[in-house]
């Protein structure tokens, strides 16, 4: 699986930006997992948001509400609308991928379970 970020960029506090993230090479009707890291230099990489074929999702704490992750309709494109951008969103996001998998099957926020990787977008929030 090749997966390519885009989107990213820098923003005021309060603003919005929209990632992608092109997927290729996920088996076609097969069930996939999806997410979204972020990483700093202050802090490890961190679990944004995830979305499964089946379309069950899950966000970290601080940005339910304000980030919301969807795909296209043929699956092959990873979204994650960011609104109401703070400061602490500042990173670089990475989008993951894993195969054969569902949220019924993996601890989603942990990175070691994801098979594929991007190679990252970059999102500056200044306040």
């Known amino acids: 699986v090749y997966l390519v970020e885009s989107g990213g960029g820098s923003v005021q506090a309060g603003g919005s930006l929209r990632l992608s993230c092109a997927a290729s090479?996920?088996?076609?009707?097969?069930?996939?997992?999806l997410a979204w890291f972020r990483q700093t230099p202050q802090k490890e990489r961190e679990a944004v948001a995830f979305?499964?074929?089946?379309?069950?999702?899950k966000y970290t704490d601080s940005v339910k509400g304000r980030f919301t992750v969807s795909r296209d309709s043929a699956g092959e494109i990873l979204y994650l609308e960011m609104n109401n951008l703070k400061s602490e969103d500042t990173g670089m996001y990475y989008c993951?991928?894993?195969?054969?998998?569902?949220?019924?099957?993996?601890?989603?926020?942990?990175?070691?379970?994801?098979?594929?990787w991007g190679q990252g977008t970059q999102v500056t929030v200044s306040s």
């Open positions: 090479g996920l088996t076609y009707n097969r069930r996939d997992c």
């Open positions: 979305l499964d074929s089946d379309g069950n999702s």
């Open positions: 993951a991928a894993r195969e054969r998998c569902t949220i019924a099957t993996i601890t989603w926020f942990q990175e070691a379970l994801y098979e594929s």
